[in-house]
């Protein structure tokens, strides 16, 4: 049977009418949904006494579209029922935050549920819920292939399902993803919890501002600000007092700038390959240039528009990665095409500033010495996060830090200076008892030498935890508070799961839903990476995006 979507849904729905026909056959009263696979996103549909209740779907990325409620209050609860199961799918797939297509009765839905709408955006008021608040996108069209109705994308928190009604997940056209099940509630949240404390980040930048005086302290940002998120770093970094920001790849400086519309923003790895210069300058984006292909192509460019933007200078002084590969070629490159280059700054990147007595240092800072003698009008950066704490202090006219901003410890071996920024918080699912001469985890890995009780966490690799964590039998691993003690993992880090050591611990400390920290104010970021096998830069940026993530804003008086 199909019927059109006027019919279905109302005037101001429109959309494809076979999306919605299969689900009107049952006729029963219960609450019936169906999920129906198309795109990239999972559509539901609720229906009760043979009418559409409501349509939503859950993008592959765990975002909510509620396309539409009936108005009709005899459907409340399938409607309920329907959201309830949207976001329990959303939830399991990682979603931190809910997009909502929204017509004027799934408004209507929505305020009613303790939702209240201002302008654009729709805003929970007076609940809890398991999705934290997310910045509110601008008013634009529904992105094509998602929706079934006109409305406005909108950023939402939406409150928890308390909801009786039961909802079966039926076979029709189903995507093979969900068994039949009753009863669904949304979670209150997922297993794992990020806190970032952007105060601490912004004082972290402040610190190495006054480490960087008389020069100047530059942010770097790339990497999604190592992984903290840039959307949410970058202003407070700024509202800190940072005005120069550097990114990694065109993508990024895009992204930076639409959050910081007056910063000085640099693109590290330069003028891409295939790029269109006037990407850059649409942007106002200044690459660091180390080729000489790359800066006749930006200067051409220049020459062309009749106005020159700003670049930056990368001379290669020992990292043989990117960067002219000596000072001749720089120069020669200048003096061909220098004239309409807008260069405004001389760089270069330590290879191994973070181990003070390594000679590579002083051979490095003799070269960049050199260079700044060749073009005594640019600007000068050198000093990475570690190299601003090196006894020559190369810091010259603008300092680099990024890893220390957020936490990290730029003198290793040593007591760190920064605050820590990020915090991470793992539930306990499970504890038990093996006896000695047990394993645990894959392959066996680590064998209990004596009767031990073991808690089995809801974070794995595919969390961004490092997969040789865990102690084995041949090596130790890294360790975590739980309760405030420090408490060895064992076995080998699985996909979704981690094990803990808590024998030494009062059994009432290691319960089911305690959490556990992996590393923030009891246990040094620096000491868990070192103790997995990693650096803290690569535990950062490979953060995953089932975690919950809490942002602490900076005091109203920074």
């Not at 539901?44 to 539409?68: H, K, M, P």
């Not at 409620?69 to 931190?96: I, K, N, T």
């Not at 969900?178 to 949240?189: E, K, L, T, Y």
């Not at 590290?268 to 006749?296: K, Q, S, T």
């Amino acid at each position: 049977m199909r019927r059109s979507i006027a019919e279905l849904c109302g005037a101001d729905h429109h959309g494809d009418p076979a999306l919605l026909a299969a689900w009107l056959a049952n006729k029963t009263p219960k609450v019936f949904a169906g999920w129906m696979r198309r795109a990239d996103a999972s559509y539901l549909v609720a229906t009760e006494r043979g009418a559409i209740a409501a349509v939503g779907a859950v993008t592959d990325s765990g975002e909510i579209l509620l396309n539409y409620v009936s108005p009709d209050a005899r459907f409340r609860g399938a409607s309920s029922a329907l959201l309830a199961g949207l976001e329990a799918r959303a939830a399991g797939r990682g979603a931190r935050q809910c997009t909502l297509i929204s017509t004027k009765t799934a408004r209507r839905f929505y305020r009613a549920r303790g939702c209240e709408e201002i302008g654009a955006p729709v805003r929970k008021f007076g609940m809890d819920s398991g999705f934290p608040m997310a910045k509110v996108l601008a008013r634009r069209p529904c992105r094509a292939g998602l929706q079934t109705c006109k409305g406005v994308l909108t950023r939402l928190e939406l409150p928890k399902a308390r909801v009786g009604s039961s909802i079966s997940f039926a076979d029709n056209g189903g995507d093979g993803e969900d068994p039949r099940v009753s009863d669904v509630v949304a979670p209150s949240g997922p297993p794992g919890r990020l806190t970032i404390d952007l105060g601490a980040s912004a004082d972290n930048w402040r610190k190495l501002a006054r480490l960087a005086a008389p020069g100047r302290c530059a942010a770097v940002v790339k990497a999604d600000a190592y992984g903290i998120g840039l959307a949410e770093a970058a202003p407070a970094l700024w509202e800190g007092g940072a005005r120069v920001f550097f990114v990694a790849h065109l993508g990024e400086g895009v992204a930076a700038r639409r959050r910081l519309p007056e910063a000085q923003i640099y693109v590290l790895n330069g003028l891409e390959a295939g790029a269109d210069p006037a990407d850059y300058v649409r942007h106002r984006l200044a690459p660091v240039i180390g080729a000489e292909d790359d800066l006749e192509r930006w200067s051409a460019f220049g020459a062309r528009e009749g106005e020159t933007s700003p670049c930056a200078l990368h001379l290669d002084t020992g990292m043989n990665r990117l960067g002219f590969e000596s000072l001749a070629r720089l120069r020669a490159a200048m003096e061909t095409h220098g004239s309409a280059s807008g260069a405004d700054l001389l760089m270069s990147h330590f290879v191994s500033s973070e181990f003070p007595d390594d000679p590579i240092n002083a051979a490095q800072i003799a070269r960049f010495d050199a260079a700044r003698a060749a073009f005594p009008s640019l600007p000068a950066s050198l000093a990475n996060s570690s190299g601003m704490f090196l006894g020559q202090r190369p810091i010259h006219d603008l300092a680099r830090p990024g890893y220390a901003l957020y936490g990290g410890n730029p003198t290793p071996g040593g007591a760190n200076p920064m605050r820590p920024v990020v915090t991470l918080t793992v539930a306990i699912q499970q504890t038990r008892w093996i006896e000695a001469g047990m394993t645990c985890g894959y392959n066996a890995q680590w064998t209990a030498r004596r009767r031990t009780r073991l808690a089995t966490l809801l974070a794995g690799y595919a969390d961004g935890l490092p997969r040789g964590a865990g102690a084995t039998d041949t090596k130790p691993g890294a360790e975590v508070a739980v309760a405030g003690r420090r408490c060895p993992l064992v076995g080998r880090v699985s996909m979704d799961l981690t094990i803990v050591d808590v024998t030494d611990l009062p059994e009432d400390a290691a319960r089911p839903g305690e959490r556990v920290e992996f590393f923030g104010s009891s246990v040094d970021l620096d000491d868990f990476a070192t103790r997995s096998g990693t650096i803290g830069y690569q535990v950062l940026t490979t953060l995953g995006p089932r975690y919950e993530r809490r942002y602490l804003p900076p005091p109203a008086s920074q």
